[in-house]
DNA sequence: AGGGCCATGTAATAGGTTACATGATTGC
DNA sequence: GCAATCATGTAACCTATTACATGGCCCT
């Protein structure tokens, strides 16, 4: 269970509502780990009764008021304690690899829709990456673009090249599915 | 949930017991999708029970007497129906960048050891796979190497490409990785 | 005698998804 | 007036993980 430790990260990256890091796990933190709201709000409730986090009310003219939350040393030292735990490479699920040995039992030209739509998807998702590398890291008015090496932000922008690595190998090997449907479907 | 769906796959590439499915799933079918004998013998029950699958007790001599299931028609039939269904691609969930970015807040070198055991495993796979590939597809004693197209072979082989792919893209993110890590704790 | 493989399962717990629920403000 | 955004939550359900449980055969 890493959720737990996902929205430590965040909140030491940046104090923050529910709501806040809800918003967070669509973006930024979102391209590595998933969350709704409903299991952020659970998850923030149980880490304040175990005093990993405080929590602060704060007042607000023209919004519903919100409770910022933040890392308490309690926290701090869970997050630790998991970040010197050994954990395995967790397996991948890919729906689609599913689907696509299943139409060896159906049509395969049936695939090649659904196929060019996930690449759509990846091809979004790449250019989306791209413009927040340039954005927050390489670009001229990326902060502290000239500076002192800062250990958070290589290690965000490193995260980062990740996501960009895999998305550019996804694309390629949607093109390799795509080229594959098709020669089968005018092999015959 | 494609359990179910990837369990019909695999009774359509060939029927087999509980058991059976428990060892594919660790090994190729397991490449993109997990699952543990418990989950297995649920479902298994589960989709028996809807009449998806039909079972034949297979008496074995030397060994406990086995269940051998295969698909029925109604389990291709839903087969079918979410082969045709769109899905959308899934997020990933990565505990190793939340690691790192969570070294941040904790001792960039001390996640070295960890990034070079998640590397060593990945090697391991990658070498797994090609090895696979060599032996059923690429190599000289290959089954069907020469010989008219086989749509399942061909989808079989294009998903197997696609784990190659990405074990050599993570293998390269991981020295990406390693190589930021040891930047920051030789920087100061 | 002990470990590993074959073979099937139950039970408890944790985690994730979906639907429902409320209510104020801002902008079109 | 309607939709979107901000903000928080409950309830029901489904899925997944972990631990426990059994028992025979084969090999060293």
């Given at each position: 269970m890493a959720l737990d430790h996902a929205i430590l990260v965040s909140l030491l990256e940046r104090p923050g509502s529910g709501y806040e890091l809800a918003r967070r796990f669509e973006r930024s933190i979102g391209y590595f780990w998933t969350a709704t709201h409903q299991q952020i709000y659970r998850v923030l409730k149980r880490m304040e009764g175990d005093g990993w986090i405080d929590v602060r009310e704060v007042p607000q003219q023209g919004r519903p008021d919100k409770k910022e939350y933040s890392v308490a040393a309690a926290g701090r030292a869970a997050l630790s304690a998991w970040l010197h735990e050994p954990i395995e490479p967790e397996s991948v699920r890919h729906d689609l690899a599913v689907k696509i040995r299943g139409a060896a039992f159906d049509?395969?030209?049936?695939l090649i829709r659904e196929v060019e739509r996930y690449r759509q998807v990846h091809g979004e998702r790449l250019a989306h990456y791209l413009a927040g590398e340039v954005r927050d890291?390489?670009?001229?008015?990326?902060?502290?673009?000239?500076?002192p090496p800062d250990a958070g932000r290589e290690l965000q922008h490193v995260v980062l090249r990740g996501g960009i690595a895999y998305e550019r190998m996804t694309l390629a090997w949607l093109d390799d599915v795509l080229a594959t449907l098709r020669r089968l479907g005018t092999a015959r």
């Amino acid at each position: 269970m890493a959720l737990d430790h996902a929205i430590l990260v965040s909140l030491l990256e940046r104090p923050g509502s529910g709501y806040e890091l809800a918003r967070r796990f669509e973006r930024s933190i979102g391209y590595f780990w998933t969350a709704t709201h409903q299991q952020i709000y659970r998850v923030l409730k149980r880490m304040e009764g175990d005093g990993w986090i405080d929590v602060r009310e704060v007042p607000q003219q023209g919004r519903p008021d919100k409770k910022e939350y933040s890392v308490a040393a309690a926290g701090r030292a869970a997050l630790s304690a998991w970040l010197h735990e050994p954990i395995e490479p967790e397996s991948v699920r890919h729906d689609l690899a599913v689907k696509i040995r299943g139409a060896a039992f159906d049509d395969p030209a049936a695939l090649i829709r659904e196929v060019e739509r996930y690449r759509q998807v990846h091809g979004e998702r790449l250019a989306h990456y791209l413009a927040g590398e340039v954005r927050d890291f390489t670009g001229p008015g990326a902060p502290h673009a000239s500076g002192p090496p800062d250990a958070g932000r290589e290690l965000q922008h490193v995260v980062l090249r990740g996501g960009i690595a895999y998305e550019r190998m996804t694309l390629a090997w949607l093109d390799d599915v795509l080229a594959t449907l098709r020669r089968l479907g005018t092999a015959r």
